[in-house]
């Protein structure tokens, strides 16, 4: 089956989702973001990867982590970088986002980093621009968040090396969530054996195990002897209607408190993409505390980032330290 995220050389193109990417280039994203680390501790923060280089960031949706990290990403790879400010920008004078799209070509851009809230709109994007012009999904919608998942599998494979031996639980708004989906789809493929997700019937998508996840309703058994605790935001913004009884409700049941993390393994680690809500799904001396590598992840998202742009554009991982 042609799969529009790689070439005919089966090289990365584009990165649209995790669904559908081979083991062999998520083990290439990660080994690349492992030599680019370091570049942070330079004190030239800066490598030639992307030198003449122009990265377009297009950011249709709100965005602290991903928006400013891709920027830093682009940045230290040396390319030119364009955050467009979407609200001043002539969107809000009814222009398409293709024809946005094809100014920026017009003014030889050679990269666009897009997060919208409606799903698909970065392959829309994808299978418009011709074909020496890269692609990168950073969140559309419920469907995907690409990157964030790469991130938070390398995070994980920094304080748990051995993924053909963890037990990983994903808590909260499964349902809306593009975060959990690459997420699963990131650790299935890599080999995790096992998998759990602990919601609400109502936030779970219908036939869930289809991901190839264990189903928990109830923080005591889902937590039992896990490695992981990654944690989820209630996506308000793509909730219809009200799907909980109230959110302090909702913090007394599936919120992570030092009592409920206690259930898992005692080295277990605490994660969470952002932004979050505290006093929601996490408490603030959980969130704060010892287990939480959630500041980590946010860092380590600028090397991950820094490698799936240099993958595209054909830098090699040598490079990283030239
Ligand atoms: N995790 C994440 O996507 O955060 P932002 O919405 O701040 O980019």
């Given at each position: 089956m042609n799969n529009p995220q790689l070439d005919r050389d089966g090289n990365l193109k584009h990165l649209l989702s995790i669904e559908g990417l081979p083991k062999r280039i998520l083990n290439q994203i990660l080994d690349t973001a492992e030599s680019f680390v370091g570049v942070a501790e330079r004190e030239v923060k800066k490598v030639p990867l992307l030198r003449g280089k122009t990265v377009c960031n297009l950011f249709f949706e709100n965005s602290t982590r991903t928006r400013t990290t891709f920027e830093i990403a682009a940045k230290r790879l040396s390319a030119d970088v364009i955050s467009l400010n979407v609200s001043t920008s002539s969107q809000s004078k009814g222009e398409t986002i293709l024809d946005t799209v094809d100014n920026l070509i017009a003014m030889h851009a050679d990269m666009f980093v897009v997060r919208h809230a409606q799903s698909g709109a970065a392959h829309l994007i994808a299978k418009h621009v011709p074909p020496h012009i890269h692609v990168v999904n950073a969140g559309d919608g419920r469907h995907s968040h690409p990157t964030q998942g790469l991130l938070d599998v390398f995070t994980i494979r920094k304080y748990k090396p051995d993924l053909h031996n963890l037990r990983i639980a994903v808590v909260g708004d499964i349902l809306h969530s593009r975060v959990a989906r690459s997420e699963i789809h990131a650790l299935t493929t890599l080999g995790v054996p096992e998998i759990r997700v602990i919601a609400p019937k109502t936030l779970l998508p219908t036939q869930v195990e289809k991901l190839g996840v264990h189903v928990f309703h109830d923080m005591?058994?889902?937590?039992?002897?896990?490695?992981?605790?990654?944690?989820?935001?209630?996506?308000?913004?793509?909730?219809?209607?009200a799907m909980l009884p109230s959110s302090q409700e909702y913090f007394k049941t599936y919120g992570l408190t030092q009592e409920k993390l206690k259930l898992a393994k005692p080295?277990?680690?605490?994660?969470?993409?952002?932004?979050?809500?505290?006093?929601?799904e996490i408490d603030s001396t959980v969130a704060d505390g010892k287990q939480s590598v959630i500041l980590p992840q946010v860092t380590y998202g600028i090397a991950i980032r820094m490698a799936v742009m240099a993958?595209?554009?054909?830098?090699?991982?040598?490079?990283?330290s030239a």
């Open positions: 005591t058994q889902g937590l039992k002897d896990v490695d992981v605790v990654m944690m989820l935001r209630l996506q308000n913004e793509r909730m219809s209607g080295d277990a680690i605490v994660m969470h993409p952002g932004p979050m809500n505290r006093g929601v993958i595209l554009a054909g830098g090699s991982p040598a490079g990283a």
